[in-house]
């Protein structure tokens, strides 16, 4: 078997047992990146050479091949954030979860491709082109992480590292039938991930399996002493009896009956599993408010965020920004300014309040909720495009989360009549992760949706 | 017209932390060759996170303390909007509406030639904490950046409106540029930029029915414009650059005309204030709470212990010297200016046997009669030297005692009256002619005897 | 019924002005027509009753993270010389 077809799990057990060499594994994937990358505009930049330490301090993934969201700096090694302001950017020092997975022995394959500064759920904001899905070119895989999602689906790596502050891990997974966690908010540094939203951005982990992604999230997760949001909680532990909950928001009219169908197939299953109790249906009532919410708070911080890019120290000047990155600093800009502040920003932190509070409630009396991650299936590239607010509502299912600062898993569920993936997510109580890896873990022994590959032509 | 002035004072001040405010550079910029003490967070480098120096805090809930503020229970820092080539994150993490400290005041004492004491309370409206920019150098076509300096943990601290005049303003900055050395949390140096100030000079007309304002409780209506002075560097300045403004903002104010709320420049060479072009619109911050940094909140516990390190404090010192050395007023300031000179000062005096040597001490060491570089032991054996009573010629002293009553009938007059006081006007006469070579003492109980 | 925004072109040259960003004309009227849609689709939080309801701007619960003052050079980067700006008004002239 070609090693860029196995999970790390298996590549770790091949390579202790000598059926390829570390210089194997990476040549198997860096043909992948070579034969298909024109094509799927996967990776803004390649390593011939893998990125990797010389001395590390374990060798935990020693070998493993990892692809980085280009929103993580790395040092002497290009990092755009998808835009063409950072296009020559070489940074001086690396992201702390990228310098944990050096550490631990993984090398660094590429940066890849995303919406520019991670805005966007489509992957069609990159200045530098947006990446296809490897399910079907004619399809967006989903962003901002969608370089990621389409590496990890085209076996290009193993898996990868991306951000998830609206939807950015879960939403691509869903769209390229891969596995995707979005932490709890400070469970993994944000140290060298360039900023979007301070108070929601989350660094996290995309993989082919549920075993894959956790196995990495472990080697990357834990406070940092240079992010002062990493938090220090205890990991809550997994319960004997995991009992899931049904967000009715979630399954609301507006939902494509495809996908609907696919989650409540999965739902079924899970019922299935022993030692799992679905509840039933619960109700999170502010989610009608999430995207509003969202749409205030982010591009607030955003536009505080971007001031920097100035192009004195580093980069280009303010006029290489992209269309979205300026639309969403003007929308920032307004909320946040004199007479506007209390009407918009202030609002939109109490909602947030009240959307946090819909989330705790429900976690009093069930462990883990199931739903959709995107309202409608995959869309095709140009689809949304011209319509921000459209492309804004792809959040609905996912911004909820982060402006809870919860953790969620996305993983496949199955596929649309016409071979589109699609994803559902397990969404816990902070600091709740094991919870969702175990039920994630439970439901791929039972299932095969993430064994499936896709053709690329 | 009559116009009453008011002012209010902004002062800022570098903390002599090691590290930077949010990051772990060394703070100690100054002198350095340009962009050395910098990293990834104080440059402002994409994905870079800012992480509070818990000693900064500390020193400010201190600084508070000893301006008798309240020290706010919830605390956090907020992002300060705006762009400017030396702010390399394009916002300054600073306090907006919770700052570390609030409520407090200063009292300024004087006490006049004929020993009248006078006091007036300045209100401090809030005390918070914040990080300094980078420094601009201006060349031909270029401006230059250095940003050793971005990053160093600034306090600023915020009076009320409550100043008149400039000489109080003057004592403000010397006082509460006393009270940092104490703290021993800044050099404070005027010229080095580890303190600066920007006053808001505006006027208020009054009529002549109204009292001129001196209680501060009093309701003050507030005049619809005030000017900002910028770029000045000493204490002295500071009342020049008032005075001068205060002059230019009356004549406005005399033609009819308002004068404009802008911020001004000093410029000490021609002694004048000038109008600065760059930035004249009124920012627009748009504050909001920093998402990078959790919270404050201080507890009972904490805050006792900061106040418990306070020490004392130089009005609280002058007051001791006065009551319990009994020394002039003047000289307690003076000595109660530097905590080295001031514990040196209480050595001495510990030294000595008799207590009512504080006013010879305190004159020996203002007036310089006696070395300071000498050890405590030695400079209280000089001033023993001194306090020795003096050997008196007696026959000497019989004699300018008889020349001193027959020149001076009407003081003797005087004095054989009642006016006891006027003994010593021939005390001096007596001790003139004997070249100061008596005991005061001796020289004053025998001319008693005398006049008996 | 929700309240339509309706942004001017002179709130849109003030954004911009505040925000640093330079527009060209095409851009201050495609941002007129797509920032006041997405405003007035905001209105829908006044549906909300957020009375007595705290802010939430820190979702950790996080309180009091400081570090020591001790200085660190395993980040430091050192340029050495002056970053440069086409000159800049001196405010201290």
């Known amino acids: 078997m070609e090693p860029y077809s196995l999970s790390i799990k298996k590549l770790l057990e091949g390579l202790k047992d000598k059926l390829f060499s570390q210089e194997e594994v990476y040549s198997s994937f860096l043909q992948r990146v070579n034969k298909y990358n024109n094509k799927l505009n996967i990776f803004l930049t390649v390593c011939d050479e893998p990125y990797k330490k010389d001395k590390t301090k374990s060798n935990k993934v020693g070998g493993i091949p990892i692809g980085v969201k280009d929103i993580f700096v790395t040092k002497g090694l290009r990092t755009t954030a998808g835009s063409k302001v950072l296009e020559n950017y070489i940074p001086e020092y690396s992201a702390t979860i990228v310098e944990r997975l050096l550490e631990s022995g993984a090398s660094v394959i590429g940066k890849t491709n995303l919406d520019a500064w991670a805005h966007g759920a489509s992957g069609e904001n990159s200045d530098f082109g947006p990446t296809k899905n490897p399910w079907n070119t004619q399809y967006v895989p989903g962003g901002s992480s969608s370089g990621s999602a389409a590496a990890v689906a085209a076996q290009m790596c193993p898996a990868a590292l991306a951000t998830d502050t609206g939807g950015s891990i879960r939403f691509p997974s869903s769209f390229c039938n891969i596995v995707g966690i979005k932490p709890t908010y400070g469970r993994c540094s944000r140290y060298g991930v360039i900023a979007m939203a301070s108070s929601l951005d989350s660094p996290g982990v995309m993989a082919k399996t549920v075993e894959d992604c956790e196995l990495v999230f472990n080697l990357i997760a834990g406070t940092d002493e240079y992010d002062g949001t990493t938090v220090t909680f205890e990991p809550r532990p997994v319960p004997r009896k995991i009992r899931v909950g049904i967000p009715k928001e979630y399954f609301s009219e507006g939902i494509n009956n495809e996908v609907r169908l696919q989650v409540e197939e999965a739902i079924r299953i899970i019922s299935s599993i022993p030692n799992v109790d679905v509840v039933g249906e619960v109700s999170l009532p502010h989610t009608e408010y999430a995207v509003a919410t969202y749409y205030i708070i982010v591009p607030s911080e955003i536009s505080s965020n971007l001031a920097r890019y100035d192009g004195i120290r580093y980069g280009h000047d303010r006029s290489f920004f992209g269309d979205e990155a300026k639309r969403r600093i003007m929308l920032g800009t307004y909320a946040l300014s004199a007479g506007y502040y209390d009407a918009y920003y202030k609002k939109a932190m109490k909602v947030r309040t009240l959307i946090k509070q819909d989330f705790e409630k429900v976690f009093e009396k069930v462990d883990v909720l199931v739903a959709p991650v995107s309202p409608t299936p995959p869309f095709k590239l140009g689809e949304k495009v011209n319509d921000p607010l459209a492309m804004y509502m792809c959040d609905v299912l996912t911004g909820p989360i982060n402006l809870a600062g919860i953790p969620s898993l996305a993983l496949p569920a199955g596929f649309t009549k016409s071979g589109l993936p699609v994803g559902m997510q397990f969404i816990g109580p902070q600091m709740g992760e094991s919870i969702l890896f175990e039920l994630g873990k439970k439901y791929q022994e039972v299932t095969d949706w993430h064994l499936k590959k896709p053709m690329i032509i | ?452 | 019924m929700a309240k339509q925004v309706e942004l001017t072109k002179s709130d849109i040259l003030h954004i911009a002005k505040l925000a640093n960003l330079t527009l060209s004309e095409k851009e201050v009227e495609k941002y007129l027509g797509q920032l006041s849609d997405i405003l007035s689709y905001f209105e829908k939080l006044n549906e909300v009753d957020t009375a007595k309801i705290p802010e939430t701007s820190q979702v950790t619960g996080l309180i009091n993270v400081a570090r020591e003052d001790v200085i660190m050079n395993d980040q430091t980067i050192k340029k050495g010389d002056f970053y440069t700006v086409k000159a800049v008004f001196d405010e201290t002239q």
């Open chain 2, 1 to 452: 017209m009559n116009y009453v002035p008011v002012i209010g004072l902004e002062t800022h001040v570098e903390l002599k932390t090691e590290s930077k405010m949010f990051c772990s550079c060394s703070a100690n910029y100054f002198g350095k060759a340009p962009n050395t003490h910098t990293c990834p967070v104080c440059l402002g480098l994409p994905g870079a996170l800012p992480v509070p120096n818990k000693k900064a805090i500390e020193w400010t809930i201190l600084l508070g303390l000893a301006l008798n503020c309240t020290i706010n229970k919830e605390s956090k820092f907020d992002r300060k909007n705006y762009f400017y080539p030396d702010l390399p994150k394009g916002y300054q993490i600073s306090q907006y509406d919770k700052p570390i400290a609030s409520g407090g005041w200063l009292n300024l004492k004087s006490q006049n030639s004929n020993l009248k004491t006078t006091e007036k309370k300045i209100r401090i409206t809030r005390v918070h904490l914040e990080e300094d920019t980078g420094k601009l150098l201006h060349s031909n076509k270029d401006t230059l950046i250095d940003f050793n300096r971005s990053g160093v943990p600034l306090v600023e601290v915020v009076t009320e409106p409550d100043f008149d005049n400039s000489t109080d303003v003057k004592r403000f900055l010397e006082e509460l540029h006393t009270i940092i050395r104490y703290l021993d949390i800044s050099d404070a140096d005027m010229e080095k930029g580890s303190m600066r100030m920007e006053p808001n000079i505006s006027l208020r007309k009054i009529t002549n029915d109204e009292l001129r304002i001196t209680n501060k409780n009093q309701k003050l209506e507030l005049p619809n414009y005030k000017v900002e002075v910028k770029n000045i560097n000493s204490f002295n300045f500071a009342k020049k650059a008032i005075d001068y403004e205060l002059k230019r903002q009356a004549e406005i104010l005399d033609s009819g005309k308002i004068p404009v709320q802008e911020t001004r420049g000093y410029n000490d060479k021609k002694g004048i204030t000038y109008s600065q072009r760059s930035k004249e619109e009124a920012h627009d911050y748009r504050y909001f709470p920093e998402p990078d940094i959790p919270p404050m909140e201080f507890g009972n516990e904490k805050l006792e212990m900061i106040n418990d390190t306070l020490p004392e404090l130089p009005a609280a010192k002058v007051e001791r010297y006065i009551k319990k050395f009994g020394i002039k007023s003047s000289d307690a300031v003076i000595i109660s200016r530097d905590k080295i000179i001031s514990a040196y000062f209480e050595n001495v005096l510990s030294k000595i046997k008799s207590d009512k040597a504080g006013q010879t001490v305190a004159n020996a060491m203002v007036n310089k009669k006696i070395s300071t570089k000498l050890s405590s032991d030695e400079f209280a054996k000089e001033i023993e030297k001194l306090s020795k009573p003096k050997e008196t010629n007696m026959g000497m002293l019989a004699s300018s005692i008889e020349k001193a009553i027959e020149s001076n009938p009407k003081v003797v007059a005087d004095y054989k009256s009642g006016k006891t006081n006027a003994i010593m006007f021939l005390v001096g006469q007596v001790m003139r002619e004997m070249k100061g070579q008596a005991d005061a003492q001796t020289v004053r109980a025998e001319l008693e005897k005398k006049l008996k």
